[in-house]
């Protein structure tokens, strides 16, 4: 007696992974590598990875695939499911992305300020253009520096640059901001006789107007007159 036994292959039924299963994955350069991840609801379902969307040899099968990329670029895989009895033949597209820090200098200041010089609207040069800009003056959030409330000295103005990616980085410089000179007036007179001569004061500065000469004023004719002192102190003139 002779038996026949026949094998039949059933078709496979497994399907390819979905959108909601597997998503792409977006992270910064420099950030904690994030790994490509299966998310299936049948914990016996496993991803099998790939770089070719047909044949091909596995990169790794596994739902959380570590795909060693470093470089700021745009990379595409193609993961499958193994149900336990059979690979899927279809295969879903994944895409990883690793963006680029985006730059950002500030621009438009100065290295130093007299105090009382124009306030500043804060600038800066960014890549890429579009983003979020967030200025602070000595930690404080602004939209302009201005000597004239700024500190005395030394001021620390950053610039924080977040691009659409949700990349970030950053620029600081510091501003030096110069006092004017303390002028005190009080012991010159405001009056005088025609011919006399009076000494001005105080004599660091310059005195200038009619009558002047030098640090001292006189007038041979009645009448108002007007003089003016100047005096400077690291180049800030008052």
């Known amino acids: 007696t002779v038996y026949t036994i026949t094998f039949v292959q059933e078709p496979c039924t497994a399907e390819a992974p979905t959108t909601e299963e597997v998503k792409n994955v977006s992270y910064c350069w420099g950030d904690e590598a994030q790994n490509l991840v299966a998310m299936f609801g049948n914990k016996s379902h496993n991803a099998v990875w790939y770089d070719v969307q047909t044949e091909g040899t596995p990169l790794f099968i596994g739902n959380s695939f570590k795909h060693g990329k470093t470089d700021v670029g745009m990379y595409t895989f193609y993961v499958a499911r193994n149900d336990g009895t059979c690979e899927s033949e279809g295969r879903l597209e994944v895409t990883l992305t690793i963006n680029a820090i985006p730059s950002c200098a500030i621009t438009g200041l100065k290295s130093s300020y007299c105090s009382n010089e124009d306030a500043v ?4 040069e960014v890549q890429p253009s579009e983003g979020v800009k967030i200025f602070m003056v000595n930690g404080e959030t602004a939209t302009q520096f201005d000597p004239a409330t700024a500190s005395i000295g030394k001021n620390t103005i950053s610039c924080q640059y977040i691009d ?12 030096t901001v110069k006092a004017l000179p303390t002028i005190n007036l009080s012991s010159m007179p405001t009056t005088a006789c025609v011919d006399e001569s009076i000494s001005l004061t105080p004599t660091k500065g310059t005195w200038s107007g009619t009558g002047v000469a030098g640090t001292t004023f006189s007038s041979a004719s009645t009448g108002p007159f007007e003089i003016t002192y100047t005096e400077e102190n690291n180049g800030c003139p008052a």
Do not use: F, G, M, P
């Not at 609207?121 to 800066?124: C, F, G, R, V």
């Not at 949700?166 to 410089?173: A, F, L, M, P």
């Open 121 to 124: 609207t804060l600038s800066a």
């Open 164 to 175: 659409n990616n949700s990349c970030r980085t950053s620029d600081e410089i510091e501003v």
